[in-house]
């Protein structure tokens, strides 16, 4: 089982840069699926980045250039360093982790995006 802890969600001016942290109760070393998700009220949740392994980062289309998804396993800690944030940014951001066949959510960080 894992059990997983966002933080660093909050307000922000547009234009601005938030980090996000998931923190992880098993070793990231041995979760090969790692993800950040956002929803919005009204919309179903997506996929915003994806780190699989130990290198591979996909990410959305409307991200690109602007998030990175990153990993320290000494913390077993995943990050998303959100810049040149939007309003349209603005959402629930949800950790995901699949070390196997099921899959692991975080409760979840508000990240707001003013005009």
């Known amino acids: 089982q894992v059990q997983l802890v966002e933080s660093g969600g909050g307000l922000v001016q547009a234009g601005g840069s938030l980090r996000l942290s998931c923190a992880s109760t098993r070793s990231i070393s041995s979760i090969f699926y790692m993800g950040w998700y956002r929803q919005a009220p009204g919309k179903q949740r997506e996929l915003v980045a994806n780190i699989i392994g130990s290198t591979t980062t996909n990410y959305a289309d409307f991200v690109k250039g602007r998030f990175t998804i990153s990993r320290d396993t000494a913390k077993n800690t995943v990050y998303l360093q959100m810049n040149s944030l939007k309003p349209e940014d603005t959402a629930v951001y949800y950790c995901?982790?699949?070390?196997?066949?099921?899959?692991?959510w975080g409760q979840g960080t508000q990240v707001t995006v003013s005009s």
């Open positions: 995901n982790a699949r070390p196997g066949v099921i899959g692991y």
